[in-house]
């Protein structure tokens, strides 16, 4: 089960020292995926595809801003060029901040969505015209428990309202491409142990575990193995899902 050899898997935002992204792409290249590290931080790819590949890992890096479509056209047309077909996509970036409704500019909303949906809808609908062509595909959204549940670990409205909206775009999507053999869910992670929980002070990050039946943050490992179940070819047929992923901090 769960075998990616001569698999293309696109994982976004794995540019991330700490990020959940570099977690995906060494568990997909471990099970014998060719993995594509994007990022808009070319530093950071450049980093992981070495770490992969000094491993015996297939990686490649692609740097791109995933707002612009210029790049987004080019990332998949680069792709294909190189490696023939994408198997899976993985929309990992996001971004995040914390602030209030009432502080918020309508620029910060703009920016978070520019990110966390308009971008994961320009990539996902070039993505999705390679995979009708296969006549397979996988893709798996990260949304996020605030999504569901409005916050309450950090980012704002916005970042919540972003998250719900990638939850009501992968459902559609799924109705739409479902007769091209490609499925599209999500998983909805709560408290993960990257960087933003790192750099939590600790009286604050106690409140958050406080919350949690399960008592601590979860691993991107976790998250990992929630995401490889989905884009795996066993995973065929489920479509316009989502999995949570947060210790029982919220159950529905
Ligand atoms: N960490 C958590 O607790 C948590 C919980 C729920 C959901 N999530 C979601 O999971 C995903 C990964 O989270 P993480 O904590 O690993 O994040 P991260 O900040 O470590 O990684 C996100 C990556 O996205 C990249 N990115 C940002 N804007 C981009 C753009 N325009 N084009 C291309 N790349 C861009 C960043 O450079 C960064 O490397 C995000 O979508 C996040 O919202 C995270």
């Not at 428990?145 to 916050?151: E, H, I, L």
Request: charged share 20%; with cysteine; proline share 2%.
């Amino acid at each position: 089960m769960f075998d990616f050899t001569n698999q293309v898997v696109l994982i976004t935002g794995a540019g991330s020292p700490n990020g959940m992204g570099r977690v995906f792409a060494r568990d997909f290249a471990k099970l014998g995926a060719k993995v594509i590290l994007v990022d808009i931080n070319q530093a950071g790819v450049d980093a992981n595809v070495k770490e992969l590949r000094d491993a015996g890992y297939k990686a490649d890096g692609y740097e791109a801003n995933l707002t612009d479509e210029a790049a987004v056209k080019k990332l998949v047309a680069d792709v294909v060029a190189a490696d023939g077909h994408i198997d899976v996509l993985i929309n990992n970036a996001g971004i995040s901040q914390k602030v209030t409704v009432a502080d918020m500019t309508l620029d910060d909303m703009k920016r978070i969505f520019n990110v966390n949906m308009f971008g994961l809808f320009l990539l996902t609908r070039e993505v999705c015209e390679v995979m009708k062509k296969q006549k397979y595909g996988r893709i798996v959204h990260l949304s996020s428990v605030s999504g569901k549940r409005g916050g309450g670990v950090f980012g704002g409205a916005h970042y919540s309202a972003s998250k719900a909206a990638v939850l009501g775009f992968s459902k559609n999507l799924a109705r739409e491409v479902s007769e091209y053999g490609i499925t599209t869910n999500c998983v909805a992670p709560g408290l993960i142990n990257t960087h933003i929980w790192k750099s939590m002070p600790a009286e604050q990050a106690q409140k958050v575990i406080d919350t949690i039946p399960m008592g601590r943050a979860g691993e991107p490992e976790e998250v990992s193995a929630a995401v490889v179940f989905l884009a795996s070819k066993e995973a065929s047929y489920i479509t316009g899902e989502e999995i949570d992923i947060n210790g029982g901090s919220h159950m529905d």
